[in-house]
């Protein structure tokens, strides 16, 4: 690198093989950066194991008011992609995010909004995205699927923050070393005001209807994270389920015994999410 009256000049390289940290295994990584007076690019790549296989290659440039990046790949022999590359621009004490578009496997997800300081806004749109994309995160979480629906999101920051979300479930399964659930299809609507959560959900096999939920949690206190406004409400739901038992069992994942045959079960519920009373 170099200093000289006021300017700065940074290149870097990295490269690096065999690198475990509990269950990610980085196999090959190679890294390149280049940086001019707070402006530059980074060009990087890697192959590894996290859960199952995956190979990523990325690219990104930015500046002091703008950031743009790309990543493709394949994870789980299913392709990453991005038709539609992902751009930050600087706005005010945040950054506005363009329209962003990431393929996985014959899925999508659009993305765009304001984050990473002051208002967050930001909204999402799923078209049939496999929910194994979620083992990026949760290695072995063993869910199947495909999800589609529109998710809204505004925080203020001061206590007031507001959602809606409506998402369809395709064939919801959870797989274990030896068994895997029933698929459902699962219908969720959820909205989120300053004062209440209110979510419903609908569970089919095929035709036949197996379960229903609805939830309200209400006097949702002003201030602090958006898990202790919910903690600090009135809960109010009722759960009504009547299908078979390993079709909601096996989603659990609990493989030391299995429950089979049918279940009938209602359940009304009040108080709180910390203290429910069923």
Not at 3 to 27: M, R, W, Y
Not at 221 to 240: S, Y
Request: aromatic share 4%.
């Amino acid at each position: 690198g170099l200093l000289e009256d006021g300017n700065s000049t940074l290149e870097a390289s990295v490269k690096a093989e065999g690198i475990s940290a509990g269950k990610l295994f980085i196999g090959k990584l190679a890294a390149d950066a280049a940086i001019i007076n707070g402006s530059g690019s980074v060009t990087a790549s890697l192959a590894g194991r996290r859960g199952t296989n995956f190979a990523l290659q990325g690219t990104g440039a930015f500046s002091p008011d703008k950031i743009v990046a790309f990543v493709a790949g394949e994870y789980a022999g299913r392709t990453i992609s991005m038709p539609r590359r992902a751009v930050l621009d600087r706005e005010g004490d945040g950054w506005r995010l363009q329209p962003t578009q990431i393929d996985f496997g014959r899925g999508s997800v659009i993305a765009n909004g304001r984050l990473l300081g002051g208002p967050t806004e930001l909204k999402l749109m799923l078209s049939r995205m496999p929910l194994s994309v979620l083992d990026i995160v949760l290695p072995d979480l063993g869910l199947g699927g495909l999800a589609s629906g529109v998710i809204d999101y505004e925080n203020d920051h001061l206590g007031t923050p507001a959602g809606h979300a409506a998402v369809e479930v395709k064939g919801l399964t959870r797989s274990g070393l030896v068994l895997t659930s029933r698929p459902l299809d699962i219908a969720l609507v959820a909205a989120l005001d300053p004062a209440a959560l209110q979510v419903r959900a609908v569970a089919r096999e095929g035709a036949a209807m197996r379960g229903r939920v609805q939830a309200l949690i209400s006097d949702l206190p002003r201030g602090g994270t958006m898990l202790e406004r919910l903690r600090g409400g009135k809960l109010r739901a009722q759960v009504r389920y009547s299908g078979p038992a390993e079709a909601l069992w096996r989603l659990v994942a609990v493989e030391v015994i299995d429950l089979t045959g049918p279940l009938g079960a209602a359940a009304d519920i009040t108080g709180s999410i910390d203290h429910p009373v069923i």
